[in-house]
């Protein structure tokens, strides 16, 4: 059985993902940690800096529900950033961190079938005492190839646990079959 990734993360970004992981589970929402928290899971790196990125399955009531449920629950919400984000089918919060700053939470809605998949695909991965989830490996190489991040995704495609060729067939299903691994 493959091992379950381990995320690390710095304390206050720590608090973050808990606070965002409780806030979403309380939602019965189905999500998953992408960004620099699936970075971690899969290629060891601390979650540290940056912001906290999200991708959750919901309907468009559910969106005010998140915003108005997380400003109860120590996050800064400012409606001028969510009726700007309105159209990018994102949730733009603050998480009121113990430092000078607050932490950047970016949920984004899984609002085609390619992120549906993901979110339902989804695997587990440990944070302290929680168990969250990531992407599979195959599906968060799909998204550091979409950004362009070739580091990361040649770190990640040379582990032994990575499935090349399930990665390949997602390529193709989506049309880039010209970037499939060899």
């Known amino acids: 059985m493959p091992r379950m990734p381990e995320i690390r993360a710095s304390a206050p970004y720590a608090r ?37 990125d999200v991708l959750a399955t919901m309907g468009p009531q559910q969106k005010n529900q998140v915003a108005m449920m997380a400003s109860n629950r120590g996050f800064r919400v400012e409606r001028e950033e969510i009726e700007a984000s309105e159209e990018l089918d994102l949730i733009p919060l603050h998480f009121a961190s113990d430092e000078e700053t607050d932490i950047r939470v970016h949920v984004l809605v899984a609002s085609n079938a390619l992120y549906g998949r993901m979110v339902a695909a989804g695997v587990s991965a440990q944070l ?35 499935d090349r060729q399930a990665y390949n067939v997602k390529l193709r299903s989506i049309g880039l079959g010209e970037q499939v691994l060899a």
Do not use: Q
Request: glycine content about 12%.
């Open 16 to 52: 973050a993902i808990g606070a965002v992981h409780e806030l979403l589970c309380r939602l019965r929402l189905e999500f998953l940690f992408v960004g620099d928290v699936a970075r971690s899971a899969w290629l060891g790196s601390e979650a540290g800096s940056g912001s906290v």
């Open 128 to 162: 302290g005492d929680s168990s969250l989830r990531v992407p599979l490996g195959e599906d968060y190489a799909l998204l550091l190839a979409m950004t362009g991040d070739e580091v990361a995704l040649h770190a990640l495609t040379s582990t032994p646990e990575f």
